[in-house]
Every structure is written in structure tokens, then in C-alpha cells.
């Protein structure tokens, strides 16, 4: 069974601190990794996807990878309110675009 | 561009009605997923397509949910009866060759389903 972990929180962040949320993956086959965002009654959203290890940026967002360890880390600068969410971690399993998700993580910034 | 479309948005109906959602996916995108969200169980695939062909249905629940694609604008989710573990928001989400990544999977807004 392929499994995607993620502690489900909350995680509790002060406004402008970085918020660090964290996945660990089973499938050692997976190439391509995710993160969204999920809104209270919303549909989740694309942040950012990643391939290679090490890191990629995008804003205040920042994917790491790291393959050998089977871990995809998001961390978020300068958090804000707005970004109080649930953020799904979701990893590539098979061919056809399947995307194995995460429980969610779910992110609380307080001012 | 328009985004993945999903109807209804809400339907509320009583147990043993059938009930069909609708989803229309992005434009050349040539999958297609169905997936059920609920508080206990999270996110759940249900069945998707490539290339209008079901590949994998192994996460229906059971033989009253079937889904159709009959071309490549159009796929149906059918609940039949239903029940009311049934209620829950119901998603599709399309892939393909776009932003540089095959697999980035877009979401529509989701059908709140409730059977009472």
C-alpha cells in the first residue's frame, strides 16, 4: 500500500514566523511531488510541485526534497493569516497522473 | 482560460434517489479524476480516467457508484441508490500537459452532496 504521511496538526505559527509542514512518502518510484492548499469549503489549490532534490522557491514558498529519506518539506516565510489552511502533500504513483494525497496538514497563524 | 467545472454545487436528496454529478475538465487535458472528501476519511480517489478510458475504479466504494466519460469534455458520477453515508464533497480534477508537469492535477469547486 502506497502511503503518504503527514502530521495532521494544527500547527500553530505566529504571523511573520516560517511555518515548516512535513511529508514523508513510501513509494521509492516517485518522481514528482505537491503541495496544495485547501481552504475551509474550498477545493485544494496547486502551491507548487517539485522533481529534483534540493530546493525550489516561489514567493515565500519553498519546497524541499529529499529522495534518499523519502521526505518533501514545505516552509512558508513570513506567514501570514491568509495562509491558514489545510495543506495536502500529494506524490505521483504509477503512470496516468495518479497522485497519491496526504491527510492534510492543517496550518493556523495567529497575529 | 476556464478552470475544471463542476454541477451541481450543492444537491440535497433523500436516501434511495439516484443522484448524478457532472464535470467538465479542463481543455486538452486527457485525465481525469473523481474523488470524495470527508471529514473522517479524508481525501479518497474514487475512479479516473486516460484518455476517456477508465484505468483504475478500485476506490468505488461500492456497485452503486458508476462513472462514465464519454468524451473528452464530459464524465459522470452516478450514485445509485443513495444513502446517506453517501454525503460528502464530491471533486474532479483533470491533468495534463501543462505549466511543465504531466501530473499537476487541477481541481473543480466541488459538489457538496447531502442525502438525508
Known amino acids: 500500500q502506497k502511503e503518504v504521511e503527514q502530521n495532521s496538526g494544527p500547527l500553530s505559527v505566529p504571523e511573520g514566523a516560517i511555518a515548516s509542514l512535513n511529508c514523508t512518502y513510501s513509494?521509492?518510484?516517485?518522481?514528482?511531488f505537491f503541495w496544495y492548499r485547501q481552504y475551509s469549503g474550498k477545493s485544494p489549490e496547486l502551491i507548487m510541485f517539485?522533481?529534483?532534490?534540493g530546493d525550489k522557491e516561489d514567493g515565500r514558498f519553498t519546497a524541499q526534497l529529499n529522495k534518499a529519506s523519502q521526505y518533501v518539506s514545505l516552509l512558508i516565510r513570513d506567514s501570514q493569516p491568509s495562509d491558514s489552511a489545510t495543506y495536502l502533500c500529494a506524490v505521483n504513483s504509477g503512470g496516468y497522473n495518479k497522485l497519491i494525497f496526504g491527510a492534510g496538514t492543517r496550518l493556523a497563524v495567529h497575529p | 482560460d476556464a478552470g475544471v467545472i463542476q454541477s451541481p454545487r450543492h444537491e440535497v436528496t433523500e436516501m434511495g434517489q439516484e443522484v448524478t454529478l457532472r464535470c467538465k475538465p479542463i481543455s486538452g487535458h486527457n485525465s481525469l479524476f473523481w474523488y470524495r472528501q470527508t471529514m473522517m476519511r479524508g481525501l479518497e480517489l474514487l475512479i479516473y480516467?486516460?484518455?476517456?478510458?477508465?484505468?483504475?475504479d478500485s476506490g468505488m466504494p461500492e456497485d452503486r457508484f458508476s462513472a462514465k466519460m464519454p468524451n473528452a469534455s464530459f464524465s459522470t458520477l452516478k450514485i445509485q441508490p443513495s444513502e446517506p453515508r453517501d454525503s460528502a464533497v464530491y471533486f474532479c480534477?483533470?491533468?495534463?500537459?501543462?505549466?511543465?508537469?504531466?501530473?499537476?492535477?487541477?481541481f473543480g469547486p466541488g459538489t457538496r452532496l447531502t442525502v438525508l
Open positions: 513509494d521509492r518510484g516517485s518522481q514528482s
Open positions: 480516467f486516460n484518455n476517456n478510458v477508465p484505468i483504475d
Open positions: 480534477a483533470s491533468s495534463g500537459r501543462t505549466s511543465g508537469s504531466v501530473n499537476t492535477q487541477y
Open positions: 517539485i522533481y529534483s532534490n
